[in-house]
């Protein structure tokens, strides 16, 4: 099976602009959960879907949402970029708890 | 106190020694442990995951967890210069939760030729 993609991989933003990232998990799959990593924070959970429902939520600002389609794609949408919004943005997609990362959106907000 | 700690490192050994990393957790609701290895610029790739108290093996690595002492590990044997990158340790608390892995910190391991 082909693994959890991600798009795009690179990302440069500035202030105050909003990002939307896509992760299309492993076929079969129906849970997506999001992560950031930062070097400060290490990895961090943003958000679950699951049967395009929004089943986990992580500690993080209404800035942050997600949305899960019927094919179980996910996107996760950033508004009003900030500065500290910079890190790797980890997609996974599991089947049961075992969860598999995709290669990652590197975001970078000047 | 942070719900997962592991050390930072770096731990350095030598190649063909073993590496032992460790991994305390907080939460005694944790039910899945796992242990993912990340080589810089990648993503986390899984290596093992365990569930109950005891040993697991797997080619060179044995899991170990000890929910009493709230308390998982790794041991890799035959450590080779590939091993180098750095080491997540994970747990949820599964019935609801299975989506939400909470992550430590990270140990960096360095095998030395």
């Known amino acids: 099976k082909a693994g959890v993609t991600q798009t795009p991989r690179y990302l440069i933003k500035t202030r105050g602009q909003q990002v939307t990232l896509s992760c299309s998990p492993i076929s079969g799959h129906r849970s997506v959960s999001w992560y950031q990593q930062t070097p400060g924070q290490g990895l961090q959970f943003l958000f679950e879907?699951?049967?395009?429902?929004?089943?986990n939520k992580g500690n993080f600002p209404g800035r942050f949402s997600g949305r899960q389609f019927s094919n179980s794609r996910s996107e996760m949408n950033v508004s009003t970029l900030e500065l500290g919004d910079s890190a790797l943005y980890l997609c996974?997609?599991?089947?049961?708890?075992?969860?598999?990362f995709g290669p990652g959106t590197r975001l970078t907000v000047l | 106190q942070k719900e997962v700690e592991q050390n930072s490192g770096p731990l350095s050994v030598p190649e063909g020694a073993i590496a032992s990393l460790n991994c305390t957790y907080s939460?005694?609701?944790?039910?899945?442990f796992f242990w993912y290895r990340q080589y810089s610029g990648k993503s986390p790739e899984l290596i093992m995951s365990i569930y109950s108290n005891g040993d697991k093996e797997d080619g060179r690595f044995t899991a170990q967890l000890n929910k009493a002492s709230q308390y998982v590990s790794l041991l890799i044997r035959d450590s080779q210069p590939s091993d180098s990158a750095t080491y997540l340790c994970?747990?949820?608390?599964?019935?609801?939760?299975?989506?939400?892995?909470?992550f430590g910190q990270g140990t960096t391991l360095q095998v030395k030729p």
């Open positions: 994970a747990y949820t608390q599964g019935s609801g939760n299975t989506g939400k892995l909470i």
């Open positions: 879907y699951f049967s395009e429902t929004q089943r």
């Open positions: 939460d005694r609701g944790s039910q899945s």
């Open positions: 996974a997609s599991s089947e049961g708890d075992t969860q598999y």
